[in-house]
């Protein structure tokens, strides 16, 4: 089985074994080149030195011989001579001549062993010379010394010492002749036991550098050895890192190859198949998210209980509404209407989207939004409402150019235009509906008097009135008309309504005018003073001709000359009177 496909406890052991395996070997190898050098080492110090040594005291023992023999013949020459030590001399110089013998064997012994030995690498043909030159040394020592001993010691019990002087000459002579022979051959054993030393010191160099060598390779085999190995364990933990980091992005298109059997690679497939579960996730959220709002799928993901147990909230309601949307609807095929009613919705909804609002639904060619917690902050809901409404009014001219060009006819039959109610106010949150169809969405006062709003702009002529609550939010971040009181069924007292304008400081000199003179006008009407409300509000006409609640109040002052209001009246208009 491939070293991959190991688990990565057989992994980590495999690594250790190795490891010590290469360590294992470097030991052997490193005993192995040591114990060659201590063979080495062995030889020169057990037979190479030892046999120097025997040659040097050959050399010595052949001058204690000399010496011995002088002794002995002096003690003979002496007028009284003493047998008994004439015998010791004797013994001295017999003992003497035996030693140098054995010296000589001993060396030619250690010689021959240095030669027999095949562990060692020595020079057997010079160190075979040098044991022949002792041999023949000897053999002619012992020929030469043999006749001439007999001949000195006759000579000497005959007391012919002329003679014998002569013969201990000649054997001075031969032993300096054979000291001689020594001399060289222990010079020759001298450069054999240095040959012998730079064989231990190179062998020793040797087995340093080699040691050193085989620890490298051993180092590199096993770093390579370990790198291979554990890189097989951590470019897959990268990889499922870079695939982690790639889902935290929220990216789940990446998948991790799954190059290894071990747990890692266990982990990989488990990695892969939670990406397909979260691809998957995904598609049924994007899915979900064409027909509920995003925020709201999100919301609901993270905090399920706020869909089943609802919340109280303070919200901002958006109703908008087409214009003339049953009159164009009914000289249109069904087809055509669906790809009118499409782009509409679409060009709408980007202001709401962009404006950070929730869409809840279409309803026929309304749209309803709303804005608030916890999607927003508490403080941004009328502001945000009110700039979407802003920018959704600013797409009007562009969809009125549009909206022909996409049917493939000269003009709509019915020009288009919006309508926008907004209202600010406590709603409940939650999903409502059955147990077979839930909804998540908000109800409560604030949503009914948006849709009212939204209704109420066909009466004054506009495209956006919002309730006073959200104008009291908004404040001066927003340019707003007060067009009049509404008394709204089902509440007690009526309440101001506003249109919205321009952004702030956006407004021109002549929509300055318009709002300056009208409410100027408004609060001649609400005292009953028509004939300066009527003046105000033709002064208002003059500064934008066409101006839609200018010329509602005017009907009105005119329906309230005709038919003057009771005494309670309070200069509210009664919803219900629609």
Known sequence: MPIFNQSIRRKIVGIALGLIVLMLVTSILSMVMSS?????????????????????????????????????????????????AYAARLREFEEADRKIEEEAEGARKLINAII????????????????????????????ELNEDHAKLLKQVDAKQMAEARGTLEHIDAIRDQFNQKFDAIRADMLTQVFAATSQVIGHQRQAIVVS??????????????????????????????????????GRFDKTIAVSTQDEIGELAAAFNRMIEQLRHNERIRETFGRYIDPKVVQGLIERPEVAIDGQRRVMTIMFCDMSGFTSMSEGMTPRGLVKVMNHYFTVMSVPIRSNRGVIDKYIGDAIMAYWGPPFI???????????????????????????????????????CDLRIGIATGEVLTGSIGSELMMSFTVMGDAVNLASRLEAVNKVYGTRILIAQATADAIGERLELREIDRLAVAGQSAPQAIFEVMARAGALTAAQEGLRAHYAEALAAYRARRFDEARAA??????AVPGDGPSRTLLARIAQFEADPPGEGWDGAWRLEQK
């Open 116 to 143: 027999d030995d095949p562990r060692t690498p020595s020079d057997n043909a010079a160190l075979a010379r040098i044991e022949i030159r002792i041999e023949t040394a000897v053999t002619e020592l012992r020929r």
């Open 537 to 542: 509000f033709n002064a208002a006409l003059e």
């Open 212 to 249: 050193g060598i085989v620890t490298l390779l051993a180092a590199i085999v096993g770093f390579a050895f370990a790198l291979l190995v554990s890189s097989g364990i951590t470019r897959p933990v990268r990889l499922l890192l870079a695939g982690t980091r790639e889902v935290e992005a």
């Open 377 to 415: 902050e508490e403080d941004e809901p009328a502001l945000l409402a009110g700039c979407a409404a802003i920018d959704m009014a600013d797409q009007v001219p562009a969809l009125q150019k549009q909206l022909p060009d996409l049917l493939g006819i000269r003009a709509m039959p019915v020009p």
């Open 36 to 84: 060659q050098v201590g063979v080495l080492l062995d030889e020169l110090t057990n037979r190479y030195i030892p046999a120097y040594g025997d040659l040097a005291r050959a050399n010595i023992r052949s001058l204690e011989r000399s010496v011995a023999l002088r002794r002995m013949v002096m003690m003979k020459m002496q007028a009284s001579s003493d047998e008994e």
